[in-house]
């Protein structure tokens, strides 16, 4: 069974190797392209887990989650290269 997979990533290379592994699992991926406004390519691609990061310019991780969370329940998990723990949430 294929899933709808988004992944919200401003590294390039990060992006490319999540892409990469994922789709060669069958599911469909969806980089998203404008990190200035995520929503237009969520609501066209209408993923089934968004794979978030959390530190993105313009809006963090934490301003997408809230938004899709306006809209969907779809899960969100989010991707970190942070260490610290400060930075766990639930949404």
Same mark, same amino acid.
């Given at each position: 069974?294929?899933?709808?997979?988004?992944?919200?990533?401003?590294?390039?290379?990060?992006?490319?190797?999540?892409?990469?592994?994922?789709?060669?699992w069958? &599911?469909?991926?969806?980089?998203? /392209?404008?990190?200035?406004? $995520?929503?237009?390519? !969520?609501?066209?691609?209408?993923?089934?887990?968004?794979?978030?990061?959390?530190?993105?310019?313009?809006?963090?991780?934490? &301003?997408w989650?809230?938004?899709? /969370?306006k809209?969907s329940? $779809?899960?969100?998990? !989010?991707?970190?290269?942070?260490?610290?723990?400060?930075?766990?949430?639930?949404r």
């Amino acid at each position: 069974m294929s899933h709808r997979i988004m992944i919200v990533e401003d590294d390039p290379v990060i992006a490319g190797a999540m892409e990469q592994y994922i789709s060669g699992w069958g &599911h469909q991926v969806h980089r998203t /392209r404008n990190l200035q406004d $995520v929503m237009p390519e !969520f609501a066209e691609f209408q993923p089934q887990l968004v794979l978030l990061d959390i530190s993105l310019p313009f809006f963090d991780g934490y &301003h997408w989650c809230q938004e899709i /969370r306006k809209i969907s329940q $779809v899960p969100v998990i !989010f991707i970190s290269s942070a260490s610290e723990n400060l930075n766990i949430t639930w949404r």
